[in-house]
């Protein structure tokens, strides 16, 4: 009895030792920056919420992005509004000289979500907006983790520069590919970047790259049973391209998605529709699977207007790269969320989760809060794409995503919208905060990995220049700005 005892008393110290092993050395600046996180969290909470509840969909983030803006204001930092073209982007920064590190902050609500804070859906606006991509806790967070570094500068204790970059519109014309045209981040070091999720982890997943765009065809209004000889039919050219593109699906490779609505068919049985247009979107694991795909579909356009006899006109709306994984500085934030440890969450917190699940026919495991262990990089990201894709290309991009929903419920719905609006959300943008801020200390401090991250980025960008897909001119902003 004894000798079990004493074995595992031995097998116990040996695992806490390992434990204690594992743990990093202690870091001031890190404990700074959880600190300084920790103090200003009745603030920050604030911010989210009103966020939350001002839920201001793409390019009309007014209150969203002031609120942002003057609380870095408040804080010491350096504001440049309305960069880009886009009057709700801008840019917080403070320090001077290199290193120069960049954070994202996103704000941007989603329409015809509007959802209260509770487990069961209700709006809170009929018709209104809300957070289902949780952006109201991404904004907060990633300015919360820059005043903590602008603090560790200010005291002497970094060197270099912080910037907050607020990018607007990420659910739509996404605001940092304009911004990554204008240069906004050629300088940087290193860029940092979250998102919330249903799990911590650190950034190893990439997204789909994409091309949005319009096709108009033109015809000749006739009436359609007296002259039909008189019309061309530019439903006709229409028909002609979706034929083209849905025998182009066979030929191209099944991680291709190809997506359209059709905005504009003609009136009535009885005119030779004069005018037709379709919205499509094309995806690819990678940018230059897309290019391959939409250099065809240009020509299908064109070989459908030949057809119908009518005219073609392409436009390009927007597109996204895919992300550029950094493995380096994926693991560098790995290090600090196995530092940080889980997210606990209290009963109320757990049942909240559940009832949501329940609601949305998901299987009801509350909340996930644990850390995972790195996991490789899929070959072919599954889901959607996002303008973190453009900066990826520019700039080495260190990411990272926290749990603030509940898991297997519908993402972009009101179930996400609830959780962003309460402690499941706020406990989730105050841990993306101090991970955040404790990568960026690692970076700060310690140029060969700066280095390295550098490198990375190098020999995966492999002298690839970077083209956004948008079109020449300002960016599209709604009327009235
Ligand atoms: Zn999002």
Redesign the pocket.
């Known amino acids: 009895m004894k000798a079990i005892h004493y074995l595992l008393t031995l097998l116990l110290l040996g695992s806490v030792t390992a434990l204690a092993q594992k743990k990093e050395k202690p870091n001031p600046n890190k404990d700074a920056v959880i600190k300084s996180v920790e103090v200003k969290r009745t603030d920050l909470t604030g911010m989210s919420d009103k966020i939350w509840a001002y839920a201001e969909t793409a390019l009309k983030e007014k209150q969203s992005s002031k609120l942002l803006a003057d609380y870095a204001e408040a804080q010491g930092f350096k504001v440049d509004r309305g960069v880009a073209g886009l009057p709700t982007a801008f840019i917080a920064s403070y320090g001077t000289g290199k290193p120069v590190i960049g954070i994202l902050g ?1 704000y941007d609500a989603l329409p015809g979500i509007s959802q209260k804070a509770l487990p069961t859906k209700e709006p809170l606006a009929l018709g209104g907006g809300g957070h289902g ?3 109201n806790l ?1 904004g907060v967070a990633s300015l919360a983790a820059a005043i903590s570094i602008k603090e560790l500068i200010q005291q002497g204790k970094l060197k270099g520069t912080i910037r907050f970059y607020g990018t607007p519109a ?2 739509a014309v996404g605001g940092k590919i304009y911004m990554a045209r204008a240069g906004l981040f050629n300088d940087l070091d290193v860029c940092l970047d979250w ?2 999720g249903t799990e911590i982890q650190s950034g190893t997943q990439s997204s789909k790259a994409m091309v949005d765009f319009i096709v108009e065809f033109k015809g000749k209004a006739a009436h359609a049973a007296g002259d039909p000889w008189n019309g061309r039919s530019a439903v006709d050219g229409l028909e002609a391209f979706t034929d083209g593109v849905n025998m182009l699906r066979e030929h191209v490779r099944p991680t291709v998605r190809m997506h359209y609505a059709i905005l504009a068919g003609g009136d009535v049985p009885n005119v030779v529709p004069e005018y037709a247009k379709i919205w499509m979107w094309v995806r690819d694991s990678k940018r230059d699977g897309v290019q391959t795909v939409f250099d065809r579909v240009q020509e299908i356009a064109k070989g459908a207007a030949i057809i119908a006899g009518v005219e073609s006109k392409l436009s390009v709306i927007s597109g996204n790269y895919e992300i550029m994984v950094n493995h380096v500085g994926a693991e560098a934030v790995q290090k600090n969320i196995e530092q940080l440890g889980p997210i606990t969450y209290t009963d109320e917190e757990q049942s909240f989760a559940k009832e949501i699940q329940e609601t949305s026919g998901a299987p009801v495991i509350g909340l996930d809060g644990k850390i995972y262990p790195m996991i490789p990089t899929d070959e072919d990201p599954s889901g959607g794409s ?1 303008d973190t894709g453009d900066i990826s290309w520019v700039v080495p991009t260190v990411r990272l995503r926290v749990t603030t929903g509940a898991k297997g419920a519908p993402w ?1 719905s009101w179930a996400e919208v609830a959780c962003a609006g309460m402690s499941i959300g706020h406990k989730g943008m105050v841990y993306a905060a101090k991970a955040l801020a404790m990568t960026m200390v690692d970076l700060y401090e310690q140029e060969p990995l700066r280095k390295a991250v550098r490198d990375e980025f190098e020999k995966t960008r492999n002298g690839h220049v970077f083209k956004p897909y948008i079109p020449e001119g300002p960016p599209p902003l709604p009327e009235g700005n």
């Open positions: 996103e991509c949780g952006h991404f990420e659910e998102h919330p996002t972009h």
